[in-house]
């Protein structure tokens, strides 16, 4: 007998929230000795504050930034710079959106698509810091990207998950 959508859901729920295959988040020790979760939905927030800002920046004022880097403004840069700010823009609400997402194979692309994007922009960083394109002002992004992949990393879990809802149900 095939099972309904809705039961293979409450399946899934009912195995995730026992712990058996998807990880839900890992807990930090604070000072004091309390403890925090760290969970998907804070990181996204957090990631969708994160681009806002950006966003705000490099729609209204891409030289602040880009000073911060050691780079000179243009007219040139000045319009790449608010493309980012649009692309920053897109990011936060696509954060904002997948929020209270479930384990699944579109949060899991997601997560990859962004962890791979900030892998990308810190080896950038480090290279156009090395070869001196940029100050030492862009290793304080490149720090904050490969901390963004290291939270996904440690919430979402190393392993890749696959759900398939039209599954059957004995």
């Known amino acids: 007998r095939k099972g309904t959508r809705t039961e293979l859901a409450s399946q899934i729920c009912a195995r995730r929230n026992a712990g058996c295959r998807y990880p839900q988040g890992f807990t930090t ?9 760290v969970t998907f939905r804070g990181l996204s927030m957090l ?4 681009c806002l800002v ?16 050691q780079i000179d403004f243009s007219d040139p840069v000045g319009l790449v710079a608010r493309r ?5 823009t897109g990011l936060a609400v696509m954060f904002f959106c997948a929020r209270n997402a479930q384990p699944s194979l579109a949060r899991t ?11 990308i922009l810190a ?11 940029a100050g030492p002002g862009i290793l304080t992004a490149v720090a904050f990207e490969i901390a963004c992949v290291i939270a996904l990393a440690l919430v979402v ?4 998950s696959r759900i398939n809802v039209d599954q059957t149900v004995a």
């Not at 990631?47 to 994160?50: Q, R, V, W």
């Not at 080896?123 to 394109?133: C, S």
């Not at 879990?157 to 890749?160: C, D, E, F, I």
């Open 109 to 119: 692309a997601i997560v990859k698509g962004f962890v791979v994007a900030m892998l």
């Open 54 to 69: 950006l966003a705000g920046i490099f729609l209204l004022d891409p030289a602040l930034i880009l000073s911060e880097w």
């Open 123 to 133: 080896g950038l960083g480090v290279m156009e810091f090395a070869t001196g394109h």
């Open 47 to 50: 990631y969708c504050l994160f």
């Open 84 to 88: 980012c700010g649009a692309f920053f």
């Open 157 to 160: 879990g190393v392993r890749s």
């Open 29 to 37: 020790r604070q000072a004091g000795g309390s403890s925090m979760k």
